[in-house]
Nanobody, 126 residues
Framework: QLQLVESGGGLVQPGGSLRLSCAVS????????IGWFRQAPGKEREGVSC????????KYADSVKGRLTISRDNVKNMVYLQMNSLKPEDTAVYYC???????????????????WGQGTQVTVSS
């Protein structure tokens, strides 16, 4: 059974940084695309970023471009989301998810993802 576990969330001041981690177990992560999503209270889930199985293709939401960087370490079965210049509007629960279909690239829509982690809270506030 594929499992994803997020960590690294917390409280940070505006302009600060956090690195979220997604630990994948139960399968070899390099065969799957991984996406990061977030959901703020009262809002719909939003795709933040994704990375292809090879790591050669990435996507970012317009709202986070230039501030967030996704990466993966297939040896450690880990995917990371480096978050810089954080804003209060980045406050949300962040989830990582795995797309099990062997397609090229990665998908920004959460409907393509089969397995989800439990989420980690990110709060940006002074």
């Amino acid at each position: 059974q594929l499992q994803l576990v997020e960590s690294g969330g917390g409280l940070v001041q505006p302009g600060g940084s956090l690195r979220l981690s997604c630990a994948v177990s139960g399968f070899t992560v390099d065969y799957y695309a991984i996406g990061w999503f977030r959901q703020a209270p009262g809002k719909e889930r939003e795709g933040v970023s994704c990375i292809s199985s090879s790591g050669g293709s990435t996507k970012y939401a317009d709202s986070v471009k230039g501030r967030l960087t996704i990466s993966r370490d297939n040896v450690k079965n880990m995917v990371y989301l480096q978050m810089n210049s954080l804003k209060p509007e980045d406050t949300a629960v962040y989830y990582c998810a795995a797309d099990l279909k062997p397609r090229g690239g990665c998908q920004a829509d959460g409907l393509y993802y089969d397995y989800w982690g439990q989420g980690t809270q990110v709060t940006v506030s002074s």
